[in-house]
């Protein structure tokens, strides 16, 4: 084969999964491409997740934080939304970090392919350049991270201006009167809140009778108050019909699951938030004999697929479609592709919410723990004692760890409250050397800070404290 495009590895993707994946494959010599048929590096974490949704939620609460808090600290200030230049910092953010991720490929060897890859049976993979030209790669293996797309809606027609998901709602021109949001998990939350605080009346529509799908049941409840209190207005137990757009606005049709009642309500802007789908689009799956699971991902065992060499990660395989998820999976399937011992934790990734108060949680909510029949005791803390966060005019939340009875072994942690995502990891990283309460009570924290919270909940597991 031809030396310029014979490989060790052929990474499909350049999101967090597969950049990750390639940049490990050529920290570890091996001779790696990574193809992207996007035009920039660095998929939809990058380019229009993680990144500049998180960019707004940081610059949205500075603006919120300017016209409702500022006064309370003794600042006196009139703040002004300018729209454009918001979006303009954002995008810089993106651009710089998509730089980096050449840097590092370039730093690590990797080949930057551009253009749409196909598999061609076994060892091969073809791309079909920009200009329309086909190359093809041959490969002794073939990383498949073609992450995820958004969910589509029956009766819902995203025309991304008035009926818009999550990439759209990323970039709107003006704020909207009023937006509906079509699903009440993390990407309604985020993003209603950025344009709740930049001005719009956010209504949520949501199928369940919660909100945050996934969550332990006191947050998810303790989130839906809060957010209710900043001006958030919740349906849950609904469905949407239909949502109809016109020149001004969009109609939807709803029906109450639980009494049948149908309604139509108008809003400006509509976001369907109601999850997302693994993206294979035309892989050529069939060339290596690759079957889809019935939900549509693509199954794998320990990162390999069924077909020899090809193997598979992120979010087009099952499980959380989290960024951190995808990057770890990218590591560990290089690390077990080259005959390296790599594996992911499935039971210790966190999940947040960048809502404010943030929600951060790792490992069983208290309904998995009892279903499982475990015994069980619950440490809790409340960020009204929790010294920084008074401080900080920022009291509303609390911790709660799930021990076990019989070994003290943590179960689950779950907070609201402030910047809850900065320690999070924490927990993940007690419970993955197998720390029990007792170990994360007796550690020294920094004082003040909100880590303090969850030093403290673990203390109230065994009745050190009794101020929760
Ligand atoms: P992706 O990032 O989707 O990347 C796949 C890449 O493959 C894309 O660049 C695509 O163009 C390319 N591709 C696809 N097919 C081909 C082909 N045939 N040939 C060449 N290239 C191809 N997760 C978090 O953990 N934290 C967050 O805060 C967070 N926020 C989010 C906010 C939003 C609005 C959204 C939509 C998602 C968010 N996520 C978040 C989820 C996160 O973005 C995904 O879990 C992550 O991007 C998955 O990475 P991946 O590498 O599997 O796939
Ligand atoms: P999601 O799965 O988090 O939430 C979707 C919500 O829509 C659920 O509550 C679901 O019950 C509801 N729903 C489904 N069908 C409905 C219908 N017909 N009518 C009304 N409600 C309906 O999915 P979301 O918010 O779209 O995000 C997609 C994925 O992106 C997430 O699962 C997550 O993995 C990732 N993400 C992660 C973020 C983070 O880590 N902070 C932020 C944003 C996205």
């Not at 190359?135 to 008035?162: E, K, Y």
């Not at 108060?357 to 960020?383: C, H, I, M, N």
């Not at 009291?395 to 070994?407: A, R």
Request: hydrophobic share 45%; net charge negative.
């Amino acid at each position: 084969p031809n030396a310029a495009t014979n490989y060790d590895l052929v990474v499909i993707g350049s999101g967090v999964g597969g950049y990750t994946a390639a940049n490990r494959a050529g920290q570890l010599g091996l001779k790696t491409a990574c193809v992207e048929g996007a035009a920039v590096l660095g998929g939809t974490c990058l380019n229009v997740g993680c990144i500049p949704s998180k960019a707004l939620l940081h610059a949205s609460e500075l603006f919120d934080l300017a016209r409702t808090k500022f006064a309370g600290f003794g600042i006196k200030v009139s703040p002004e939304l300018d729209l454009p230049t918001m979006m303009v910092q954002k995008q810089a953010s993106v651009d710089a970090l998509g730089h980096g991720i050449e840097f590092l490929f370039h730093k690590n060897k990797v080949d930057r392919i551009d253009g749409w890859a196909r598999l061609a049976g076994p060892g091969k993979v073809q791309v079909r350049k920009p200009d329309g030209s086909d190359i093809q790669l041959t490969t002794r293996h073939v990383v498949i991270a073609t992450g995820s797309i958004p969910t589509p809606l029956a009766g819902v027609t995203v025309d991304q201006v008035r009926i818009v998901d999550s990439t759209a709602a990323l970039t709107l021109r003006e704020v909207p009167k009023k937006l509906l949001v079509i699903g009440a998990g993390s990407i309604g939350l985020e993003l209603g809140s950025v344009w709740r605080r930049l001005g719009a009346e956010v209504q949520v529509v949501e199928f369940l009778d919660h909100i945050i799908p996934g969550a332990d049941a006191a947050i998810a409840s303790a989130c839906q108050k809060m957010l209710e209190k900043q001006g958030f207005a919740f349906r849950l137990s609904t469905k949407v019909l239909r949502a109809t757009a016109h020149d001004a606005t969009v109609s939807v049709d709803l029906e109450g699951l639980k009494d049948g009642i149908k309604e139509t309500v108008n809003a400006d802007v509509v976001l369907v938030a109601v999850g997302r789908r693994p993206f294979v689009g035309d892989l050529g799956l069939e060339t290596v004999n690759l079957a889809l699971d019935d939900r549509g991902f693509i199954p794998t065992q320990n990162f390999a697929t069924s077909a020899l060499g090809v193997w598979a990660i992120g979010d087009v395989t099952a499980g959380p479609m989290l960024a951190h998820k995808a990057e770890d999976e990218g590591v560990a399937c290089v690390e077990v592709l080259s005959g390296l011992a790599g594996s992911v934790d499935y039971s210790i990734i966190p999940s947040v919410i960048y809502t404010s108060p943030e929600v951060a949680w790792v490992g069983l909510t208290e309904d998995q723990v009892k279903s499982g029949g475990r015994p069980y005791k619950l440490g809790r803390f409340p960020f009204s004692a929790n010294s920084r966060a008074k401080l900080q005019h920022e009291g509303e939340g609390f911790v709660k760890v799930i021990s076990s009875t019989d070994d003290y072994r943590i179960l689950g942690v779950h907070m609201i409250g402030p910047q809850v995502s900065e320690f999070i990891g924490e927990a993940c990283l007690a419970m993955e050397f197998h720390a029990d309460s007792e170990d994360v009570a007796r550690t020294c924290h920094p004082h003040p800070t909100g880590s303090e919270a969850l030093r403290q909940a673990a203390m109230s597991v065994d009745g050190w404290m009794t101020q929760a």
